[in-house]
């Protein structure tokens, strides 16, 4: 089992004591993913990033996590090969050679 595989498991036993599958359908799962991002964000909100706290980073980081892999979960996902499938996909977007120190979006390079 992987890491992403036993902390999934660990999430759904954790929203499972609590009976919160209920509430954990795709679009909630994505309202709340989304939530957390925006938390993540304020915490760099009017700071340098240097200034920003890295334990808040932590928790609104850990939280993204929880609700990404709980999504994967609920939408029959494998993290490790939809990632992997990203990596190879955006390898053929943006190849070293045309793509390398430019923050150009692929039609643009």
């Known amino acids: 089992m992987t890491t992403i595989q036993e902390l999934t498991k660990k999430l759904i036993l954790f929203r499972d004591e609590r009976d919160w599958d209920q509430f954990h ?9 989304s939530i957390e991002a925006s938390e993540l964000l304020e ?16 928790e609104e980081l850990a939280d993204v996590f929880a609700y990404a892999l709980l999504l994967a979960d609920r939408c029959n996902l494998d993290v ?5 499938e ?11 050679e045309l793509s390398k120190g430019s923050a150009k979006k692929y039609n643009e390079i």
């Open 25 to 33: 359908n795709p679009k909630d799962l994505s309202l709340a993913l």
């Open 43 to 58: 915490v760099f909100l009017w700071k340098t990033p240097e200034d920003a706290d890295p334990e808040k980073i932590s």
């Open 80 to 84: 490790h090969k939809i990632v992997e």
């Open 86 to 96: 990203k990596i190879l996909k955006n390898s053929l977007k943006y190849p070293v």
